[in-house]
Every structure is written in structure tokens, then in C-alpha cells.
């Protein structure tokens, strides 16, 4: 077999710092399986700053279409733990993103003259959001009481707190809205300084009410049908939510060509980052759903998710 | 991936010719893909091939002491890789003899 070590040109403390940071970024399995030999390849080759980009770049088609191999040894529950948890947190972000825009466009009554789509767009977008909070909490629930039941059982206060936590985090937020809102609202609502605030607050909100039940997940290990039917609503509201991203899409687009007057959508800045968080949790929802949903359906006895 | 092996310069392609003739790890494939082929394998490519060859059981990993992993081709690389060979072989043989026969492209 051909060694050839290479010209043994050490790559600079700089490179090996960007190539860490490039591995950094791909899936975990991925990472333990090849990391070792990407690393070796690149001391060999003297990869600098261009390798690191090619390999960072290399990174999404392995998150999006992973090698099924990777995956032969796993455990298909731990594949949908996984996915739900992700699943949780990404799609709980996305609710959040588009209920902002909401708050901003359609609750202010906004509907620009002569383009019914902003319109339908916002009729697509509740009904998806309503379906999705439906199918999510029907198909959640079975599990969530099981493992309710468990740690109550088991004397387990954290991981009660934890599944508690979709419960008492929106609560104690939308005390704290209303009791904001009193205080230093007005006519017109509150200042967009603290309407900032209060977004930002929904969001840390949110996202407690999310890691809640993910961390339990982690910590109960829960299996069976209850899980399978929680990661197969997942999976639903996954789809739902692709629905709400593109109806979110083009209204905003639509605001943007059609009515440049309103609030900021004369500067596309906003509204670009806007869509760009809006997809990139859309992208996140739906990869991990449909990863959680293979492992849902895969045969029994078979590995591979 | 896609199922089939297209284009004479397709990195899965050319990663199973470089293994036709021995194992390798990746620094080696590179060198040979670039020496023989003329082609720049880059790290993320070159793994992504090797990721997606391994799952289709086309390829291999060997055992090895240090971290350069060594990989060969497998029966079911080589019958894929046989077949593009003839595949490419054909249309290079159809193409010949359709340029020489044809006075137009002369030059060609």
C-alpha cells in the first residue's frame, strides 16, 4: 500500500485553528468517524485558510443528507429523542419569529390596497400556526404525561421542573408583559425600545419552555409508541411550519415591493435578516423532524435512521 | 450521491480509479488523483466522496495505527467503477471515429 506521508509541511498554529473550526461545524458522528483523517490529510497537505473554507462549506450536504452509515449503531429512540429535542427549540424560534412579524404587520390591521396576498398570507400563516400548536400538542401530550408520571414517580424535582417548564415560563412571561405593558404602555402601546425588550424576553421564554422537555428527554430516556407518536407529530408540524415560513416569506417580500411606506419596509436590511433567521430555523425544524421521523418509521430490529 | 457515476471527471469517479490499483488514505488519493488525473481533490470533497462511497459499500476502511486511514476498493466498487470505464470507452471510441470520419472537424 502506498504510504505517502506527505511533504510533512506543518500547517501555521492560525490554519490548524481554522480547520478545528471548519470540523467544529459538521455533525457529530461525522466528526468522530473522519474528523481524525480530515486532520491528518490536512498536516500533510499544509491546508491553510482556502481548505478550512472548502471543508466548512462541505459541512451543510453532510447535515442535510447524512451517510446512513454513520448511523448504523444508533439506537433509533436515541435518533428521535434527539430529533424532538431539536425540534422543540427550532420550531418554537420559528413561532416566535413569526409571531413578531404578526405583531408588527397583521395585528396592526395592516393590509396594503390592492394586493390580497399579504391577506392570504396572513390567513395561511394563522392557520398553520394553529394546526401546528394542535398537532404538536396532541401528540406531545401521551409522552409529556408519561414522563410527567415518571418523575413524579421516580422522586426526580429537576426533571419535573423541566417538563413543567412549557407551563410556567409563558406563564410568568406574559405576566411580566402585562404588568410591562400597564406600566409603561400608552395610546399607541409600548416604545419600540421596550418592544424590543419584550420580544427579546419572549424569545429567552420561549426557548426555556423548549430546552425544558429536551433536557427530560435526555435525562428520562423515554421509548415506545409515546415516543414514536410525539417524533411522528413532530414530523407534521415540521411540514405545517414549512407552510407558515413561506406564507411569512411573501408577505414580507410582498411589504417590500408593495408598500415601501410601511414601518421599515422601505429599508430591505431588516426585513433580510428577518428572512434569513425565518428560513434558517425553517431549515432547522425541518431537517431534524424528517431525521426523527426515519428513525419513527424504520423497521424493527433495523438500525439505521 | 447520484446513482450513477457521471462525467469522466467525477470526484467518486476518479477516487475509485485512484484505489483500483492499491489502498490509500486520503493524502494519497489526492496525490495520485492529482499526478495521474490532473484533477485538485480538496479535503471537504475528498471526505464527502469517501463519506458517501463507504455507505454505498463501494469502498472500505483498513485498519491502521495512526490516523491516516487507509481505504480500498470493494467487489461492488470495482464492478461500478468497470462499468463507467466501458461506458466512457464506448462514447470516446463512437466519438473518434464520428470526428475522423467527418471532414468538417478536420482539425478537430
Not at chain 1, 473550526?21 to 458522528?29: D, F
Not at chain 1, 454513520?70 to 429512540?77: A, F, G, K, T
Not at chain 2, 491502521?64 to 470507452?89: C, F, H, K, N, V
Request: charged residues 15%; contains cysteine; positive net charge.
Amino acid at each position: 500500500m502506498r504510504a505517502g506521508r506527505g511533504r510533512g509541511v506543518r500547517p501555521s498554529a492560525s490554519a490548524t485553528l481554522l480547520v478545528r473550526a471548519a470540523l467544529a461545524v459538521y455533525p457529530p458522528s461525522w466528526r468522530a468517524r473522519y474528523g481524525d483523517e480530515v486532520q491528518a490529510l490536512l498536516d500533510d497537505s499544509g491546508g491553510g485558510a482556502v481548505a478550512a473554507a472548502s471543508l466548512a462549506v462541505r459541512a451543510i450536504p453532510a447535515w442535510f443528507w447524512p451517510s446512513r452509515h454513520l448511523y448504523d449503531r444508533m439506537d433509533p429512540s436515541v435518533r428521535m429523542r434527539a430529533s424532538l429535542a431539536t425540534v422543540l427549540i427550532a420550531a418554537s424560534m420559528l413561532a416566535g419569529l413569526g409571531l413578531v412579524f404578526a405583531q408588527l404587520t397583521q395585528l396592526q390591521g395592516y393590509r396594503p390596497a390592492g394586493h390580497p396576498v399579504i391577506g392570504w398570507c396572513y390567513a395561511v400563516f394563522d392557520a398553520a400556526l394553529a394546526f401546528s400548536a394542535l398537532a404538536a400538542a396532541g401528540g406531545g401530550l401521551p409522552l409529556w404525561l408519561l414522563m410527567l408520571r415518571r418523575a413524579h414517580r421516580e422522586l426526580r424535582p429537576r426533571d419535573s421542573a423541566c417538563l413543567l417548564a412549557p407551563v410556567i415560563a409563558p406563564a410568568v412571561y406574559l405576566l411580566a408583559l402585562m404588568v410591562t405593558v400597564r406600566s409603561v404602555g400608552g395610546a399607541d402601546g409600548v416604545s419600540p425600545w421596550w418592544f424590543l425588550a419584550v420580544t427579546l424576553a419572549g424569545f429567552a421564554a420561549a426557548g426555556m419552555a423548549a430546552a425544558g422537555p429536551g433536557v427530560a428527554l435526555r435525562r428520562l430516556r423515554p421509548r415506545g409508541s409515546a415516543l414514536r407518536l410525539a417524533t411522528v407529530a413532530a414530523g407534521l408540524v415540521a411540514a405545517v411550519m414549512l407552510i407558515a415560513t413561506a406564507a411569512i416569506v411573501v408577505a414580507v417580500i410582498g411589504l417590500c415591493l408593495w408598500a415601501p411606506g410601511f414601518a421599515g419596509y422601505h429599508d430591505v436590511t431588516v426585513p433580510g435578516v428577518y428572512l434569513v433567521l425565518v428560513v434558517a430555523a425553517a431549515a432547522v425544524t425541518a431537517v431534524s423532524a424528517a431525521r426523527g421521523a426515519r428513525a419513527a418509521f424504520a423497521k424493527p430490529g433495523s438500525r439505521h435512521t | 450521491m447520484r446513482d450513477k457515476l457521471n462525467g469522466w471527471a467525477d470526484p467518486p469517479l476518479l477516487v475509485l480509479a485512484s484505489l483500483a490499483g492499491e489502498p490509500k488514505h486520503g493524502y494519497a488519493i489526492t496525490q495520485d488523483v492529482a499526478e495521474t488525473m490532473g484533477v485538485r481533490l480538496s479535503a471537504g470533497t475528498l471526505y464527502a466522496v469517501i463519506a458517501r462511497l463507504e455507505a454505498r459499500g463501494l469502498i472500505e476502511p483498513l485498519e491502521s495505527d495512526d490516523r491516516r486511514r487507509p481505504y480500498r476498493i470493494t467487489a461492488a466498487g470495482a464492478q461500478a467503477l468497470a462499468q463507467q470505464s466501458e461506458r466512457m470507452s464506448r462514447v470516446a471510441s463512437l466519438a473518434s471515429h464520428r470526428l475522423s470520419a467527418n471532414p468538417g472537424w478536420a482539425g478537430a
